[in-house]
């Protein structure tokens, strides 16, 4: 059962267009949620995160926003940059406990083209 | 500061052998993570610590150990190599709470034949 799930595996933009990731989650109990950013063969970082309790948050030519009726955040990169090529995971946390456990998308490659 | 540091890189292994892929992080982190990602897959977790002397399963914690004996360090041990554990693994960390960024090691490539 997936439960953040990214549709689209990948995504093809040209440089200085606007990139939008799109992300899914089914469990409503998902409170907050981040996009991390993953270049070949290195660790995810994190990129930038959204709470429940807002509909959008900005940082920079980042830009997430959340609907939470349609269980539904996207990731807008505008203007985009080849160095914005990368693989982006969606992920989502729930409420309750001690601790931030994370369920992350497959994640949705995106190539920027100069 | 080096961060969250995974040893070894790469690492292949025959069927049924044992290894311990090695995790350290220097920023004084109570919360650390083990997580595996399988091609065209999101990243699962295998255990957790919430602190020294403190961990817990997660998602997909069949056929690994881990320990947590020091802040710093968060060992993670397979016992009987099966292919299916052929995987990048990730080593993280985090401060207290669901608004504290997690921090990921460079990966740990294994491959089980």
């Known amino acids: 059962d997936q439960q953040v799930k990214q549709n689209s595996p990948s995504l093809s933009v040209q440089e200085g267009r606007i990139s939008i990731l799109n992300c899914d989650y089914t469990?409503?109990?998902?409170?907050?949620f981040l996009w991390y950013k993953k270049y070949p063969a290195e660790g995810p970082t994190f990129l930038i995160s959204i709470s429940s309790i807002k509909d959008k948050n900005e940082d920079g030519r980042f830009t997430v926003f959340l609907n939470k009726s349609a269980k539904h955040l996207s990731l807008h990169i505008v203007p985009s940059q080849p160095g914005d090529s990368a693989v982006y995971f969606c992920a989502a946390s729930a409420k309750g406990g001690a601790t931030n456990k994370l369920i992350f998308g497959t994640g949705t490659l995106l190539a920027v083209q100069p | 500061n080096a961060g969250v540091t995974q040893t070894p890189k790469f690492r292949i292994l025959k069927i049924g052998q044992s290894m311990t892929l090695q995790c350290a992080q220097d920023m004084n982190h109570n919360y650390m993570y083990w997580y595996r990602q399988d091609p065209g897959m999101g990243l699962k977790l295998i255990y957790y610590s919430v602190g020294a002397g403190i961990t817990d399963k997660g998602e997909v914690p069949n056929g690994y150990n881990v320990s947590r004996s020091t802040t710093e360090d968060f060992p993670l041990r397979l016992e009987l190599a099966a292919p299916s554990q052929t995987s990048v693994y990730f080593c993280?960390?985090?401060?207290?709470?669901?608004?504290?960024?997690?921090?990921f090691g460079e990966g740990s490539w294994l491959t089980v034949v």
């Open positions: 993280a960390s985090s401060g207290q709470g669901l608004e504290n960024t997690i921090y």
């Open positions: 469990n409503s109990m998902f409170d907050y």
